[in-house]
């Protein structure tokens, strides 16, 4: 298990709290599935309520990561924000994940000395690397993106997709990177492992395909 901070602190010595926060450049999504309070079954319906967040308010995800057990989203903005600045994108950010019907962790939502897992390191717990399922060159200018959020709140949120119905392909650059697969999936290797020794050492790999066809 390997974590990282998602802003930058004033005092090192003063340690991970919401006091000592400087700046940010990211809003994020804490997305668990699996769990007997979670929305999503598993890692691909979580994926889909991701695409049905971003047809519905177009606001496209930056980075999508498999967390081990469920997807850490985030959406870049193009410079670094102040904590005050940032607490109010992160709380109407929040609102519009409500109503639009993304299921994230609201503990995660607004707190900006949050961690989430590193890419490339171990769900112990699981056995699955955490991985990067898809990352696009998206920014979002802080002053816009708070307008853009605020016009939603309050609005009619669209009906989620059926976990069943298919999500349309929507950028054809995309679907040439992905190659033989057409955009239709993510890919990345999936390594189950077990401790030998007191540390985590891989004893299976298969390549796993989830569907991201309409991310973008």
Avoid at 14 to 39: P, V
Avoid at 73 to 83: G, K, T
Avoid at 127 to 140: C, E, M, T
Wanted: hydrophobic letters at 40%.
């Amino acid at each position: 298990n390997a974590y990282m901070a998602l802003g930058s602190f004033r005092d090192p010595l003063a340690g991970r709290k919401q006091t000592n926060a400087l700046a940010f450049r990211c809003l994020w999504a804490d997305i668990d599935a699996g769990k007997k309070d979670s929305t999503y079954a598993n890692v691909s319906e979580a994926l889909a309520g991701v695409i049905q967040f971003r047809r519905a308010t177009g606001f496209v995800p930056s980075i999508v990561v498999s967390s081990g057990m469920g997807l850490h989203a985030y959406w870049q903005l193009s410079h670094d924000v102040d904590i005050p600045t940032w607490k109010t994108l992160a709380a109407t950010f929040h609102k519009v994940c409500t109503e639009y019907k993304l299921d994230i962790d609201s503990t995660r939502a607004e707190d900006c000395a949050s961690i989430l897992r590193l890419p490339g390191t171990v769900h112990v717990k699981s056995g699955n690397i955490v991985g990067v399922l898809y990352d696009a060159p998206v920014q979002y200018n802080p002053d816009d993106f708070l307008r853009l959020m605020q016009d939603k709140v309050g609005s009619v949120a669209a009906k989620p997709i059926p976990m069943s119905a298919p999500v349309q392909v929507s950028n054809p650059a995309f679907d040439a990177e992905m190659g033989p697969m057409q955009g239709q999936y993510a890919r990345y290797v999936l390594c189950k492992t077990k401790k030998q020794q007191g540390f985590p050492t891989v004893v299976r790999t298969e390549t796993v395909a989830y569907p991201v066809k309409g991310i973008l």
